[in-house]
C-alpha cells in the first residue's frame, strides 16, 4: 500500500508554500464580500486531482478515538488542484496513508468523528466534514483494513477497484443544496458533535442563507442529523444571525451554544421530539444573549468549547481578543446562568481551543490556537491566568489532542493553514521537551 513519508522540520524552519500571504488576504476579502454579495467562495474548476500524501491549506483536523491516527481536512484553498481532500496520519510512523485518502470538496470546514462501542470495543466509527463549495455536510463510515489496521474512509455507493484517483464522496454521503435535499445554508463551515437526552447527533451552521444578500437579520441556518442509525439525515433547522461559528453541545443541558463571527451574539437552542413535523423532531431557539459589546469591529466570536460537567464554558473572542469565561452551571430554576466570569486577554486572532487535563495540577488547561500571531497561548481554567505561550509557524488554524498512553503519545496537533504543515506540540508533563513544538509534519 502506497504511503508517503512527512518531513520532520527542525524547530523554527518554515515550509514555502504555493501561494503568497497578498494573495491570501486577496482572497479572504473575496470570501468575505461573498458572504454579502455572491454563493461563497467559487467552484473549482476541472483540473489536477489532488495529491494523497501532503498537505495544501489545511484546514481542520480530528483524531481517531484510538488515538493512533489523524484525519486532515485540505482546504484547496488556492484551488490549484480540483477538489479538496481528508488525508490520514499514521501517528505511529508519521505518515500519510495514501490509500486512505479521499476527496471532496474544496473549502472545507470542520471535521468531526462519532464512535460507537458495545462492551468497551468500538464496533463503528462515522466521520464528519463540512464544504464550503459544495454547501454540503459529507459524511463517511470508517472501517479499518484486516491486514494493515489502517483506516479506510467509505463514502461511495460502490466500490471502484479501476480508480486511478482517490476516491470522491457522492450520492447519499454529500447531503448538499440540491433538489433532493433542504438548503443547509451558504457556506456550511461549523460542525458540533453531541448528546441530546442520550443520543449523539451532528450539528452544522453556515456562514449565511443562500438567499441573504444585506447580512441583515437571521441570515444562516443551523441544522441537526441523525447519526446513530442508519444513513445520516437531516431532521430539524433553526434560523440564526449571519455568521455562525462555532458549536458547542452543552454536556449539562444538551442544549447548543452557537457564536457569530459577525455579531455580539450567543444563541441556545435544543433538539426536540416534535411529533408535528415530518421528520419527528424540531430545533427550537431557546434564548438569545450578548457577550457585551467587549469591542466596536465586527468581528466576534469563533470557537466555543464546555468543560466536562458542563458547568463552564470558553469562547474563542476577537473583539478584543480574548477568552471569556461563561458560567454555565444552573440556578435554581434549573436553567444556565449564562453570566461571563471573566475575560482573558490574548494574542491576535483566536481561532480554535481545547481543553486538556494536567494530571501535575490537577485541572484543565486550555489551549488556545492564535492565528494573529503564530502562537499557542496556554490558559490555566483555575486561575484563570495565560501561564505559557509557545511560538509555532504559520497561520495555525484548528488543534486536535492525542491521549494515547499506549503508544507514549499525549499531544497536540495544529494546522498551519499558511504553512501547509501540522505541528506536533509535546503535552506530556514528564518530558524534557514539554510545550515544546517536536516536529512539523508536511
Not at 473575496?30 to 491549506?57: E, I, Q, R
Not at 468523528?113 to 464496533?123: N, W
Not at 434560523?239 to 452543552?250: C, E, L, N, P
Request: net charge negative; charged share 20%; hydrophobic share 40%.
Amino acid at each position: 500500500m502506497a504511503r508517503a513519508e512527512l518531513a520532520l522540520k527542525p524547530h523554527g524552519a518554515f515550509s514555502r508554500m504555493c501561494g503568497t500571504m497578498s494573495r491570501l488576504k486577496r482572497h479572504f476579502l473575496f470570501c468575505g464580500l461573498a458572504l454579502v454579495l455572491a454563493s461563497g467562495c467559487g467552484k473549482a474548476a476541472v483540473g489536477l486531482f489532488p495529491p494523497t500524501d501532503t498537505f495544501f491549506w489545511p484546514v481542520a483536523l480530528v483524531a481517531d478515538p484510538q488515538g493512533d491516527y489523524l484525519y486532515v481536512v485540505n482546504g484547496n484553498f488556492d484551488l490549484n488542484y480540483n477538489t479538496g481532500t481528508v488525508a490520514v496520519v499514521d501517528l505511529k510512523t508519521n505518515v500519510v496513508v495514501s490509500s486512505s485518502t479521499i476527496r471532496l470538496g474544496s473549502f472545507g470546514g470542520d471535521i468531526g468523528l462519532f464512535s460507537v462501542e458495545q462492551d468497551g470495543v468500538r464496533v463503528a466509527t462515522r466521520g464528519f466534514v463540512t464544504t464550503r463549495e459544495l454547501r454540503a455536510l459529507t459524511w463517511f463510515d470508517i472501517s479499518r483494513d484486516e491486514t494493515t489496521h489502517e483506516p479506510r474512509m467509505n463514502c461511495r455507493l460502490e466500490a471502484d477497484p479501476e480508480a486511478k484517483h482517490p476516491p470522491a464522496c457522492e450520492d447519499k454521503y454529500v447531503i448538499a443544496d440540491n433538489d433532493t435535499f433542504a438548503d443547509l445554508g451558504a457556506d456550511v463551515f461549523s460542525l458540533a458533535i453531541g448528546q441530546v437526552d442520550g443520543t449523539s447527533y451532528a450539528f452544522t451552521g453556515s456562514l449565511r442563507d443562500t438567499e441573504c444578500l444585506n447580512g441583515v437579520g437571521t441570515c444562516a441556518k443551523i441544522s441537526a442529523f441523525s447519526i446513530e442509525d442508519g444513513d445520516t439525515q437531516l431532521i430539524a433547522q433553526q434560523d440564526f444571525v449571519i455568521g455562525a461559528h462555532g458549536i458547542a453541545v452543552s454536556p449539562l443541558t444538551g442544549e447548543l451554544y452557537v457564536t457569530s463571527r459577525f455579531f455580539d451574539t450567543i444563541q441556545t437552542m435544543k433538539l426536540n421530539r416534535n411529533t408535528t413535523t415530518e421528520t419527528g423532531y424540531s430545533l427550537d431557539l431557546v434564548g438569545t444573549f450578548s457577550v457585551g459589546n467587549l469591542g466596536n469591529t465586527g468581528d466576534f466570536s469563533r470557537q466555543i468549547v464546555f468543560n466536562k460537567s458542563g458547568t463552564r464554558a470558553y469562547i474563542a473572542y476577537r473583539n478584543p481578543s480574548s477568552i471569556v469565561v461563561l458560567d454555565t452551571s444552573l440556578d435554581p430554576d434549573d436553567r444556565p446562568y449564562n453570566r461571563i466570569l471573566d475575560v482573558v486577554e490574548i494574542g491576535a486572532s483566536p481561532s480554535d481551543l481545547k481543553l486538556v487535563y494536567n494530571e501535575r495540577l490537577q485541572r484543565d488547561l486550555a489551549y488556545i490556537v492564535c492565528f494573529g500571531t503564530n502562537e499557542i497561548w496556554v490558559l490555566d481554567t483555575e486561575l484563570l491566568a495565560v501561564i505559557d505561550r509557545v511560538r509555532i509557524r504559520k497561520g495555525p488554524f484548528k488543534i486536535a489532542v492525542v491521549d494515547n498512553p499506549k503508544l507514549g503519545l499525549k499531544r497536540a496537533y495544529i494546522t498551519n493553514f499558511e504553512d501547509n504543515t501540522v505541528t506536533v506540540l509535546e503535552l506530556d508533563e514528564s518530558s524534557p521537551f514539554y510545550h515544546q513544538e517536536i516536529a512539523s509534519l508536511n
